[in-house]
C-alpha cells in the first residue's frame, strides 16, 4: 500500500476550531479523492506493519476539517477483526437520538491532530442514532454504540470546531466518572 499524501492538522491551528460547512452534491472530485485517502489512511494506520514502516500514529475517524477542509464530512474505520475493516463515509451528519448512559473511555480519548498525553475522561453517549448522506448523496440512518458511538462524538464534535480536550474538566479531569460506565 502507498500512504496517501495527507497532512494532518496539529491542535495549535486556529482552523481546528472553526465550525464546517454543510456539503453539496454532488462531490466533487477532489472531495471523493480526500475520502478515499483518508480511509487508506486510517486503515494503513491500524496495521501494524504499515504503521511502523511509515511511522504512524493509530487512528480510527478523520475529519476533513483536520486536513484543513472545511466541510462535513469525516470517515471511521473499524478493524472488526485481524485485517477485516468497516469503513463508514459521513456526510452532514446530524444526531437524531441519543442514550441517557453516559460513557466514557477509561484510557482516555486520544486525536490525530493532538500530538500529547491528556489526562482525563470525556463523558458520551452510550448510544445514538445519526443521520447523514452517503458519497452519492443518499440519505442514511444509522445506530451506534459503545466505541464507535464515541468515534462519531469525536468527529461531530471537530465538525463544530470541538476537541476533545475541551470536554474534560480542567478542575476536575475525571469529574462524574463514577455516574458513567468506562468502556
Known amino acids: 500500500m502507498k500512504l496517501p499524501n495527507i497532512v494532518i492538522l496539529d491542535e495549535k491551528d486556529k482552523r481546528l ?12 472530485t477532489q472531495d471523493k479523492k480526500m475520502i478515499q485517502d483518508m480511509l487508506l489512511y486510517l486503515k494503513m494506520s491500524q496495521i501494524d506493519e504499515e504503521r511502523e514502516k511509515y511511522d504512524l500514529r493509530a487512528g480510527m475517524g478523520l475529519s476533513a ?9 469525516f470517515v471511521i474505520v473499524e478493524e472488526t477483526e485481524k485485517g477485516q475493516f468497516k469503513n463508514y463515509v459521513v456526510i452532514n451528519p446530524k444526531i437524531k437520538s441519543f442514550s441517557e448512559e453516559l460513557i466514557y473511555v477509561g484510557e482516555g480519548e486520544g486525536c490525530l491532530s493532538i500530538n500529547r498525553e491528556v489526562e482525563g475522561i470525556v463523558p458520551r453517549y452510550a448510544r445514538m442514532t445519526v443521520e447523514a448522506q452517503d458519497e452519492d448523496g443518499h440519505f442514511y440512518e444509522i445506530r451506534v454504540r459503545e466505541d464507535i458511538s464515541i468515534a462519531f462524538q469525536h468527529e461531530i464534535d471537530h465538525l463544530n470546531g470541538i476537541l476533545f480536550t475541551e470536554r474534560i474538566d480542567p478542575k476536575n479531569p475525571y469529574k462524574n466518572a463514577e455516574k458513567m460506565r468506562e468502556i
Open 17 to 28: 476550531h472553526k465550525v464546517s460547512q454543510e456539503v453539496s452534491f454532488p462531490l466533487s
Open 65 to 73: 476539517v483536520q486536513l484543513g477542509v472545511l466541510k462535513r464530512i
